[in-house]
């Protein structure tokens, strides 16, 4: 293969990734505020938003956890919760198994509206499987499989990665 194919296949991984990422923003930015009595686009930012997604799969955590998934420092971490623990977006506790520890989780209103807006996100991803077919949509799994193995192997990417089930 030469490097020219290798160039327009890349081009092609990195305009099509990019027109999906487009797309779920768009999704994310048509929806309504994760807390009461704002309308609109989200009251959160991006990375705002993409920890609130990361605690809504992962469960309660510590700030330094919650850091260490983010690849932020713990004062990022910590600032960024206390913005929405403001918001009453999350909330904090002490663990129940060591005092010391306070837990960071998603508040139940807002969890509930993240689940909303997941569900969105995953309608709009069946609709795009059942448009392609089931060959190219099993097709396109093996292929992800395979990228989120080398990603993983390469360290490019720290959360789990649910597998198909076949």
Known sequence: MSA??????AHLIFTTGKMIRNHVMRILSSHASLHEGTEGFLDVSGPQLFALLVLRD??????TE???????????ASAMVDRLV????????????DRRKVLVEVSPAAAEKLDRLHEEILQAFI???KK??????QQWCEVLERVHQVLIEEG???LPHPTVKR
């Open 4 to 9: 020219n194919d290798v160039q327009k296949q």
């Open 58 to 63: 992962q469960g309660p955590v510590t700030i």
């Open 66 to 76: 919650l850091a260490q998934i983010l690849e932020v420092s713990p004062p990022s």
């Open 86 to 97: 403001e918001k009453g977006i999350l909330t904090r506790e002490h663990s129940r198994e």
């Open 127 to 129: 609709e795009l499987v």
């Open 132 to 137: 392609i077919g089931p060959e190219t949509a």
């Open 156 to 158: 490019w990417g720290t």
